[in-house]
């Protein structure tokens, strides 16, 4: 590192030499544009109405097998008493291959492991589509990358319509009437309320398995009323916030069975709060969804069975019952081999996004005869390197970890980190060719809000970056080559940082350890903390890391998902700024600027000012480093041929993973292509807790 015979102390003093030896402007510079790389098919845009509408249809199918072994035995009511009065009808016209037969099995590969099944609870299920797959939702938000973007708004799911008061204080939702969980039991605000009031609101349960069914997820003093089975009313402070529909969406509003789940919870029991999350442990099959499939196999490290859910209330135009797939598997396995599988054949999806594989995926998949398709979409996946933000507690830390607290907290810390950063070299790392793009940290280039004239951009700059931590005071006063705390600070100990990552994906540690080594010649000793992921989730949510590297949620790529996380809107919304013991917030001023300007982004509907607002954003994000960010790249959708009715241009990630954009319960597969893949056939999902298939 690049030693100054003089030694610096005290900011004043640190800002007219860092001024003097490096004027601020200087440090910017050209962000230079991402090479040319065109996603491979375009959606066909579309309205919502074109894709589905709620009506009673004259006739109902299912697969003949259900007809003769269930409904004839009397073990199950005929299929039009088990939908709805109104069910959800899938358009034909919008089916890319048109009404599907029934059979088969999409075979998932997954490198998460479940928890259990109690969603609402805070349980992860191991990710990889099985959560989208058994949850359903107030609103939909995934297919919305096929719809008209001067249209876009939430689709309705559970909430079949919706209107609001003339004031737009008052939110009115309808839902479907009618519809069953997959054991037979009613859907109906009970459900709905439960959820708000005994998971939301309940500071005891850290609701849904990512953390983000909070209360402040749906706006400061929102209210939530059942007015009957089937109509519940929001109440908000706010003027038609339009924005909490699509929070009302997958993850953070998607109903639990309260039948099943009520008398497990504390308020209803004598369970402890860890009693009630932990009360479904993945052995506990056939729990009751919503979904189009129920778990009704498990066995540990190797797979999850699940079958189609008979009382599903999403049918096609001409009165089938979806879905067509009779079975889901998932393999678990690692996220690496999810790739290779699908590649092979012997799985048939993934989501190619660890950037490592690309080309070996690319070359296997370019064959003619290659068994799956692979299509890359846009540079939606991206990572950063986030601090820890909180100053005033969140997370516990011990005084070396709050000394860092105050570095991360520093401007001049921030922008030093970002310059020592080397973006070409970390995205060659990871693959060669026109992938990876240099992604100074916000918004990503290539989405609806981006601003390049908004984005400051500090490129790779030793000297500055070593010249600003001197100006700090942070000196390698005992020559070891780390630079120490000033000596009135965590007894003038080397810096010394921990970097927690993700050991379930190479991608996030080969780039943890990029900067890990990036951070040497700077003299920062930060010292990798890789968790797998579940253990890595629970640390970061609660605030028990000094810096992450982690790749990024969908807030950065569709700004209206997930747009209360893009700043620290409330005391537990925010990635990497959560409220403190206390219960407060300590923001910086620029983070009370972006939180206003989220928060204007909110109660505005307005276009135009909507624009405005994220230029703004970017601008002060990018402009204060709010995180380093690293690399962003695209990923592609590998999906066996043998499937129909996959949407064109579905992207990996958008407003939410493919797993929901492909609309998996009207995906089928052609009858002269059905494999032999499904392991209880001509079975469903038997009484709930019981091991395996009626
Ligand atoms: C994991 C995977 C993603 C996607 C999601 C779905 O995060 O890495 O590709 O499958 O699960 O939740």
Redesign the pocket.
């Known amino acids: 590192m690049r030693k100054h015979i003089y030694a610096l102390g005290g900011a004043g003093l640190l800002l007219s030499v860092s001024m003097s030896a490096m004027p601020a402007q200087e440090m910017t510079g050209e962000l230079p544009d991402p090479p040319e790389f065109s996603a491979q098919s375009e959606p066909n845009f579309v309205s919502i109405s074109d894709i589905l509408e709620y009506k009673a249809l004259p006739e109902y199918n299912e697969p003949d097998w259900v007809t003769s072994k269930y409904v004839d035995a009397g073990a199950l009511p005929p299929v039009a008493e088990r939908l709805p009065k109104e069910p959800l009808v899938y358009k034909a016209a919008n089916m890319p291959d048109g009404i599907g037969v029934y059979g088969d099995t999409m075979r998932h590969v ?3 492991r479940p928890e259990g099944w109690n969603y609402i609870g805070g349980q992860s299920q191991g ?3 099985i ?2 797959g058994l949850s359903e939702c107030l609103t939909r938000t995934g297919p919305l990358f096929m719809v008209k973007a001067d249209e876009l708004e939430p689709m309705p799911n559970l909430a079949k319509s919706w209107e609001w008061s003339e004031d737009g204080k008052e939110l009115t939702m309808h839902l479907i009437e009618g519809a069953k969980w997959s054991d037979g039991d009613p859907f109906d605000s009970e459900d709905v309320m439960f959820y708000w009031e005994d998971n939301v609101q309940d500071p005891n349960v850290s609701a849904v398995p990512s953390g983000t069914g909070t209360p402040e997820r749906f706006g400061t003093g929102t209210k939530l009323e059942a007015i009957d089975a089937y109509t519940i009313k929001w109440t908000f402070e706010e003027s038609f916030p339009t924005q909490y529909l699509y929070a009302m969406a997958y993850d953070s509003f998607c109903p639990g069975p309260s039948h099943i789940l009520k008398p497990e919870h504390p308020k209803y029991s004598d369970n402890s709060y860890e009693q009630y999350k932990n009360a479904f442990p993945p052995e506990y099959l056939n729990i009751p969804v919503m979904g189009a499939w129920v778990p009704v196999e498990y066995r540990p490290d190797d797979i999850i069975v699940m079958r189609r859910n008979p009382y599903y209330w999403k049918v096609d135009e001409q009165g089938n019952q979806l879905p067509y797939l009779n079975e889901m598997h998932y393999r678990l396995s690692t ?1 690496a081999d999810r790739d290779v599988q699908a590649v092979a054949g012997s799985g048939d999806f993934s ?1 190619l ?1 660890q950037a490592e594989s690309y080309v070996e995926a690319l070359r296997r998949s370019a064959d003619d005869s290659a068994p799956a398709r692979l299509q890359f979409g846009a540079r939606t996946i991206g990572y950063a390197l986030r601090m820890n933000m909180s100053g005033n507690g969140w997370g516990e830390p011990d005084a070396r970890e709050q000394a860092v607290r105050e570095l991360n907290r520093n401007l001049d810390f921030r922008k030093a980190v970002t310059m020592a950063v080397d973006r070409q070299r970390l995205g060659e790392s990871l693959v060669r060719g026109p992938f990876t793009a240099i992604y100074p940290g916000g918004l990503y280039a290539g989405t609806t809000y981006y601003d390049k004239d908004s984005t400051v951009y500090y490129p790779y700059n030793m000297d500055a970056a070593n010249e600003l931590l001197d100006g700090l005071g942070l000196m390698d006063t005992d020559g070891n080559g780390v630079r120490n705390f000033p000596a009135d600070t965590a007894g003038g100990a080397d810096v010394e940082i921990t970097l927690l990552a993700n050991t379930d ?1 190479a991608t996030d540690t080969n780039l943890a350890e990029g900067v890990i080594a990036m951070m040497e010649p700077l003299g920062l000793r930060v010292i990798a903390n890789f968790q797998t992921g579940t253990a890595r989730d629970d640390m970061a949510q609660s605030g028990q890391f000094d810096w992450t590297v982690e790749r990024q949620g969908s807030e950065m790529v569709a700004v209206v998902q997930n747009t209360t996380m893009l700043a620290p809107t409330g005391p537990r919304t925010h990635p990497f700024h959560k409220a403190g013991s206390d219960g407060t917030l300590d923001l910086l001023p620029f983070e009370q600027e972006l939180t206003d300007i989220v928060n204007a982004f909110i109660s505005t509907s307005d276009n135009a000012e909507r624009a405005e607002l994220m230029k703004q954003y970017q601008q002060i994000f990018t402009e204060n480093v709010y995180s380093v960010g690293l690399t962003q790249y695209p990923g592609a959708l590998i999906i066996n041929k043998r499937f129909a009715n996959i949407p064109a241009g579905a992207p ?2 958008m407003f939410n ?3 929901d954009n492909i609309i998996r319960e009207r995906v089928y597969v052609p009858e002269d292509q059905q494999g032999d893949y499904e392991l209880h056939p001509e079975t469903l999902p038997g009484a709930p807790g019981s091991d395996g298939p009626a």
């Open positions: 997954i490198g998460g990710w990889g589509g959560d989208i996220w989501n996004e994906y990996i990630f993973w493919a797993e």
